[in-house]
């Protein structure tokens, strides 16, 4: 499956971004999707992620209450919902998929978007 992440941007403190994955293939459906972020010097960490059907959803303590992650399987995305953004939210942020694992590995995820940049400004 081939992944392209698109909607990042520059906002202020407090604005919202929405983020879209969209994805190649016709076994979408099937996998379980997630989001990561990365700042220079750090190591890749999760964001949030959600099964196949949708019906479950995990995330990072530091986004919970202000990020929500969705899927549209009849559109092959994932979106990412950011509201409240903060400055500590900078950051490249990719999508992945997966075929089973817990949601939160990134060690699930074997495919990776290329990112998107989200720049939030104080």
């Known amino acids: 499956v081939q992944l392209q992440a698109s909607g990042g941007g520059l906002v202020q403190a407090g604005g919202s971004l929405r983020l879209s994955c969209a994805a190649s293939?016709?076994?979408?459906?099937?996998?379980?999707m997630g989001w990561f972020r990365q700042t220079p010097g750090k190591e890749r960490e999760f964001v949030a992620g959600?099964?196949?059907?949708?019906?479950?959803?995990y995330y990072a303590d530091s986004v919970k209450g202000r990020f929500t992650i969705s899927r549209d399987n009849a559109k092959n995305t994932v979106y990412l919902q950011m509201n409240s953004l903060k400055p500590e939210d900078t950051a490249v942020y990719y999508c992945?998929?997966?075929?089973?694992?817990?949601?939160?590995?990134?060690?699930?995820?074997?495919?990776w978007g290329q990112g998107t940049v989200v720049t939030v400004s104080s």
């Open positions: 992945a998929a997966g075929e089973y694992g817990e949601l939160w590995d990134k060690e699930t995820y074997h495919y």
């Open positions: 293939g016709r076994t979408f459906s099937s996998y379980i």
């Open positions: 959600i099964i196949w059907s949708g019906g479950h959803t």
